[in-house]
Nanobody, 126 residues
Framework: EVHLVESGGGLVRAGGSLTLSCAAS????????IAWFRQAPGKEREGISC????????NYGDSVKGRFTISSDNAKKAVYLQMNSLKPEDTAVYYC???????????????????WGQGTQVTVSS
């Protein structure tokens, strides 16, 4: 059973940086994708970034391109989201999600992902 645990959320001032971690374990297949989503109160879940673990292909949502970077450390079974130049509108609960097996590209469609973490709160103050 795939197990995902997020960490690293917190309170940061606008313009600051934060790194989220997703401890990902229990995969049966090497071909899988892990993504970050976020959801703010009253808003729909938004795809932030996705990485294909086997070859490192990535994808980013328009709202975070150039500011956020996703990476994977397969030896540590972890995926990270480096968030720079944070804005108040980045405030949300951030979720790690996985789909396995997955032979497509790095997708940001939430319905594709069958495994979800519990989420971690990120709050950006102005």
């Amino acid at each position: 059973e795939v197990h995902l645990v997020e960490s690293g959320g917190g309170l940061v001032r606008a313009g600051g940086s934060l790194t989220l971690s997703c401890a990902a374990s229990g995969f049966t297949f090497d071909d899988h994708a892990i993504a970050w989503f976020r959801q703010a109160p009253g808003k729909e879940r938004e795809g932030i970034s996705c990485i294909i673990r086997r070859d490192g292909r990535t994808n980013y949502g328009d709202s975070v391109k150039g500011r956020f970077t996703i990476s994977s450390d397969n030896a540590k079974k972890a995926v990270y989201l480096q968030m720079n130049s944070l804005k108040p509108e980045d405030t949300a609960v951030y979720y790690c999600a996985a789909v396995s097996p997955w032979f497509g590209g790095p997708t940001l469609e939430p319905s594709v992902f069958g495994f979800w973490g519990q989420g971690t709160q990120v709050t950006v103050s102005s």
